[in-house]
């Protein structure tokens, strides 16, 4: 058994039988009363976020998830197959633990991949990835009805705004969080 002592960014706690991941936490030690724990947690399974408060010193309950090195290798049907960087093993993915990072990634793409018990909880992409426009309208010079945007597919069949000047072929860094344009990469 842990105490809050040890509530950090991204550690794991067992509550009421479910796993929430730590997404952010404050220790707060008022003027007066006891001092406490105030963290926002995500459910790793369904995915909701809640705020939840605990005393000081007490007790929690923390999992085990071992967090390892994989590379994405094709998509199988519903699930996603990727390879194990240390023992080469590959381990079929749902799509549904995959969720939205499947509009980013790429074949031999380095992941990494929670698991607990030897079941994949989710998938870590990185914070960035770099992809090839493959579809785009060619953008009117003085059209600024939409904030010097449009959209644009990218090589994973993601749609992202990127600005009027790209055309199709060109490579763009994205941010795989939010889907954002990050910018121009010349090779």
Excluded: C
């Excluded at 590379?71 to 240390?86: A, H, K, S, T």
């Excluded at 992409?125 to 060619?138: G, H, K, Q, R």
């Amino acid at each position: 058994m842990a105490t809050t002592a040890d509530i950090r960014n991204g550690v794991v706690l067992i509550i009421d039988g479910q796993l929430w991941q730590v997404i952010e936490f404050q220790h707060v030690k008022p003027g007066k009363g006891g001092a406490f724990v105030r963290t926002k947690l995500k459910n790793i399974v369904q995915g909701k976020t809640v705020d939840r408060t605990f005393n000081a010193g007490a007790k929690i309950e923390t999992a085990t998830v071992d967090r390892r090195d994989f590379q994405y290798l094709y998509q199988d049907g519903d699930g996603f197959v990727f390879m194990d960087q240390e023992d080469y093993d590959q381990l079929t993915v749902s799509s549904t633990i995959v969720g939205d990072g499947a509009k980013f990634m790429l074949e031999q793409q380095q992941v990494q991949i929670a698991l607990y018990q030897g079941e994949p909880l989710y998938i870590e992409l990185p914070a960035s990835v770099v992809l090839e426009i493959t579809y785009t309208e060619p953008g009117l010079q003085g059209d600024r009805s939409n904030a010097g945007t449009k959209p644009a597919t990218v090589e994973t069949g993601a749609e992202i705004q990127v600005p009027l000047f790209l055309e199709q072929g060109t490579r763009v860094k994205v941010d795989t969080r939010t889907g954002d344009y990050l910018g121009r990469v010349n090779d």
